[in-house]
Antibody, heavy 119, light 108 residues
Framework: QVQLVQSGAEVKKPGASLKVACKVS????????THWVRQAPGKGLEWMGG????????FYAQELQGRLTMTEDTSTDTAYMELSSLKSEDTAVYYC????????????WGQGTTVTVSS | EIVLTQSPGTLSLSPGERATLSCRAS???????LAWYQQRPGQAPSLLIY???TRATGIPDRFSGSGSGTDFTLTISRLEPEDFAVYYC?????????FGKGTKVEIK
């Protein structure tokens, strides 16, 4: 079955950039509409951005526009999320998830990547 | 952007009791685009209900979803120990996805 395996925990300084990987197994990346969701400590889920499965276009949450970039490497079936100009408020667990067109929902999730932004 | 408001913030119940969780949207949501997730401590969220009322694979029938338009409900008919967790509703419209802030179901 399809699994999403994320890269390991990161510690970053304010102002730095972050790149988190999400490797797809059990299917090819081309068949997966990858999205990113984050969760600050003790808080709820925040959608960051993802691929619209209808047309393949990438959409970002407005509050992250300009700092967030999602890319893909189809040769390794790996999706990447890059976040620049990190702030302490970006400290969170970052999840990749598959948006399934048949269910119109996030049916498969990565294990999460803990990111700490601290000076 | 559609805002989802979940209530209550915390629900304190005993095993065996019925839980009723509400998700209200700031504007009408297509039922096919409304989903519910469960998140246990230290774990990634997992899909419970999609299309407002369809249980995901392997989800027991004590979980049910209902509603339309702006008002949606997740009901757990009889709480089992493993059901004490946080529940989120989520929708997407016009290529924007949003989550509610969650309802924590805790043991009374």
């Amino acid at each position: 079955q399809v699994q999403l395996v994320q890269s390991g925990a990161e510690v970053k300084k304010p102002g730095a950039s972050l790149k988190v990987a999400c490797k797809v197994s059990g299917n090819t990346l081309a068949e997966v509409a990858t999205h990113w969701v984050r969760q600050a400590p003790g808080k709820g889920l925040e959608w960051m951005g993802g691929i619209d499965p209808e047309d393949g276009e990438i959409f970002y949450a407005q509050e992250l526009q300009g700092r967030l970039t999602m890319t893909e490497d189809t040769s390794t079936d790996t999706a990447y999320m890059e976040l620049s100009s990190l702030k302490s408020e970006d400290t969170a667990v970052y999840y990749c998830a598959r948006f399934d067109m048949r269910r119109d929902a996030f049916d498969i999730w990565g294990q999460g990547t803990t990111v700490t932004v601290s000076s | 952007e559609i805002v989802l408001t979940q209530s209550p913030g915390t629900l304190s119940l005993s095993p065996g009791e019925r839980a009723t969780l509400s998700c209200r949207a700031s504007q009408s949501v297509r039922s096919s685009f409304l989903a519910w997730y469960q998140q246990r401590p230290g774990q990634a969220p997992s899909l419970l209900i999609y299309g407002a009322s369809t249980r995901a694979t392997g989800i027991p029938d004590r979980f049910s979803g209902s509603g339309s338009g702006t008002d949606f409900t997740l009901t757990i008919s009889r709480l089992e120990p493993e059901d004490f967790a946080v529940y989120y509703c989520q929708q997407f419209e016009n290529s924007l996805w949003t989550f509610g802030k969650g309802t924590k179901v805790e043991i009374k």
